[in-house]
Nanobody
């Protein structure tokens, strides 16, 4: 059973940085797409960045420069580094994963394409 658990959220002052962690267990897929999403109150879920099993990353155009996705060598932990935080970054941040068919690439940051989800961690940015 695939499980994802996010940590690292909290309240941070604007201008600061945060690193979120997603612990992945039970994921035996050799080929996968993993991503970070966020959902602010009253808004739809927004894709931030994704990474595949080869380390290839894609970041949403509107968020490039401040958001960096990474994974550790064991591929059991997924990270999201967020710099220059703004009040509008306040949201619940979630990680997600899905298997990737060999020969295809991870391109989509649509939440509908992801099968397994963590519970999310609240990030609140104070001005």
């Amino acid at each position: 059973q695939v499980q994802l658990v996010e940590s690292g959220g909290g309240m941070v002052q604007a201008g600061g940085s945060l690193r979120l962690t997603c612990a992945v267990s039970g994921d035996t897929y050799a080929f996968y797409c993993r991503a970070w999403f966020r959902q602010a109150a009253g808004n739809e879920r927004e894709g931030i960045a994704l990474i595949d099993d080869e380390g290839t990353t894609i970041t949403a155009d509107s968020l490039k420069g401040r958001f960096t996705i990474a994974q550790d060598n064991s591929k059991k932990f997924l990270f999201l580094q967020v710099d220059s935080l703004k009040p509008e970054d306040t949201a619940i941040y979630s990680c997600a994963t899905r298997p990737r068919t060999l020969g295809t690439s991870c391109r989509s940051l649509s939440a509908y394409n992801y099968r397994y989800w963590g519970q999310g961690t609240q990030v609140t940015i104070s001005s």
